[in-house]
């Protein structure tokens, strides 16, 4: 697996080369972040004096944040330490993890700190390059130049993964492998997790195991256990999480992933442990709090849950991953231990911050609702979950027109309003409606279960969720058999039907590809692609890295490409 120097040559070693990554990085947008201003302005001009003059500045996170919306760089230079108690690392993975910033953006990272350098290596998602402070223009320009060179080395597997031409992604990857040795890791690692999203487990993990036998690395433990997951060997897949969480402590996603195997387990304590872990080593990552909360408020460990919720909202000022949910889980929490006073006032925080934002107003009712409830006063509870019903009706109204997605979670609170208040019919509606939506959601289907608990009708949520499943295996079957007798245009209409009642991931997903099949067969047709194209962005932003969704964006390409239709999905 090693390759021969002799007969690759490094290209960083070619003055003519050289001179190309040189001219090259003159015409790049770059952003710099820093909390202070001189420095910004030292590096902007060590910056210009390599010919680069498209140089923007941010002084905080939420600069950041706004910046990358509006603007797309090719290359960001942040410092580790930031403005808010995260660090540069933490903001890569929120810009990662957020699409803010597509794969071909480089990020390096400016630190003070030596030791920085041994972190970075085994973090999930590391920088593609750290400087250590002081350095010179050279030596600037030759970590910019070498971060440059590789982005170009891999820029046809980040534009078929932008596209969603996943297949052509990984015959990307084989190009990189069998050509350029020196990224020949790059290229598997792409390659087992493009496998993995397309749902083909076995080739993933022959992938993940092949690096394995060269290269004892994180990622590639990460990948052979969430492989031996989907083929069901848990316990393997849990002892190799945990080995990746003792010899790489800062590769975070290892600890979701080992929590999430003991929860499929039923170690709800135990998974719970996992998750403190992480947000133990890294305390300013909101992502993983509110999972400790999550799992926390499940395990009815309500004071870890309310401790989790309040560093959310506490850490997550001027973040992009800051939602009402925060509040409206804090405020829950806090009305379960039989706080009210505490939970009026972070429902009070939350219509402050969220100022004319109708879910803020509609968590806020909710809360006050609940509250007046356990206090003993019915009637005006009731006036309050009236008002609460009319605005989540204008609120599904108003994001279906715009594509946003109202919160799943603050219906079920909803509902659990109604159920308080007596008005069962409208909580079973907006139960019913939640469990169809999101039947694949194991932790909302939960919430669920937990309000027909606090409501004294555990039998009555069972009955409710199996009847809800029955119903969408009986819609889901008719597409599928109309699908598989030839009858592809009344598969079509069965599937858009289901996916028009119940948009759950599953039927945007089969009416998406029930679609592009029929295209397939009788030619393109732009209103039914057009469509398909919505259901799929519906799906995805349901679950994004779901190998469904990845599987009917595949087709989508396959039909285009036949065709001659560019692609646009993203």
């Not at 970590?143 to 080395?153: D, N, Q, S």
């Not at 989540?392 to 079920?412: M, N, Y």
Request: with cysteine.
């Amino acid at each position: 697996m090693r390759a021969n120097p002799a007969k690759n040559p490094n290209p960083l070693d070619n003055e003519e080369m050289l001179l190309v990554l040189q001219q090259s990085l003159a015409k790049k947008r770059v952003l710099i972040v820093d909390r202070h201003s001189p420095a910004r302005d030292s590096l902007r001009l060590m910056l210009g004096a390599l010919g680069v003059t498209a140089v923007h500045g941010a002084g905080n996170s939420a600069e950041v944040i706004r910046q990358v919306k509006g603007n797309r760089f090719d290359i960001i230079l942040s410092d580790f330490v930031l403005d808010d108690g995260r660090d540069g690392q933490q903001l890569l993975e929120e810009l990662r993890h957020t699409h803010l910033i597509p794969l071909s953006t480089v990020y390096l990272i400016i630190t003070s700190e030596r030791g920085y350098t041994n972190v970075v290596a085994l973090a999930e998602l590391a920088p593609d390059d750290y400087l250590i402070k002081p350095f010179t223009a050279d030596q600037l320009q030759a970590r910019l130049i070498r971060a440059i060179y590789k982005k170009h080395v891999l820029r046809h597997i980040y534009q078929q993964i932008e596209r969603g031409a996943l297949q052509e992604a990984i015959a990307a990857c084989d190009r990189v492998i069998q050509q350029q040795p020196q990224y020949m890791y790059d290229g598997l690692r792409f390659k087992g997790e493009l496998l993995h999203q397309l749902g083909r487990t076995r080739e993933a993990e022959e992938v993940f195991r092949r690096v394995l036998e060269g290269r004892v690395v994180p990622w590639a433990k990460m990948g052979l256990a969430m492989a031996l997951r989907d083929r069901g060997a848990l316990g393997e897949a849990e002892q190799l999480a945990e080995q990746v969480t003792q010899e790489a402590p800062d590769f975070l996603s290892a600890y979701d992933f080992l929590a999430s195997v003991q929860e499929a387990q039923g170690q709800l304590e135990r998974a719970q442990q996992s998750l403190q872990r992480a947000a133990d080593v890294s305390p300013h990552n909101t992502v993983r709090q509110r999972l400790v909360g999550d799992v926390a408020a499940r395990n009815n460990d309500l004071l870890a849950a309310e401790k989790a919720y309040g560093k959310v909202i506490e850490r997550s000022k001027g973040s992009s991953l800051r939602s009402v949910d925060d509040f409206a889980n804090l405020s829950r929490v806090l009305l379960d231990r039989g706080d009210l006073a505490a939970s009026r006032k972070i429902a009070a925080d939350m219509k402050r911050e969220w100022r004319g934002d109708k879910q803020a107003e509609l968590a806020a009712l909710v809360t006050e609702s609940l509250c007046l409830d356990a206090e003993g006063s019915a009637d005006k509870a009731r006036q309050l979950v009236d008002r609460a019903l009319a605005l989540q009706a204008e609120i599904r109204d108003e994001t279906a027109s715009k594509g946003k997605h109202a919160s799943q979670r603050l219906a079920v609170d909803l509902a659990h309003a109604c159920y308080a208040t007596g008005n069962g019919d409208a909580a079973g509606r907006l139960m019913r409606q939640v469990a169809a939506e999101n039947h694949e959601d194991a932790h909302l289907i939960d919430h669920i279960t937990s309000v027909f608990a606090k409501t004294g009708q555990p039998d009555a949520g069972k009955a409710l969720l199996d009847e809800v499943g029955k119903e969408i295996i009986d819609l889901n079957n008719q597409g599928v058999m109309a699908a598989r007798s030839g009858d592809l245009e009344g598969a079509v209409r069965l599937l858009i039907q289901a996916a028009e009642r119940v948009p759950n991931l599953q039927f945007l997903v089969n009416a998406a590809k029930a679609i592009y099949t029929l295209m397939d067969q009788k030619g393109w047709d732009h209103e039914l692609a057009a469509q398909a194209a919505d259901y799929l962005q519906r799906a995805q932003r349901k679950d994004r890295k779901s190998a469904k969704v990845a599987s009917a964006r595949e087709l989508y390409v396959t039909v285009a490409k036949k065709y001659g239709i560019a692609i646009e999905l993203a």
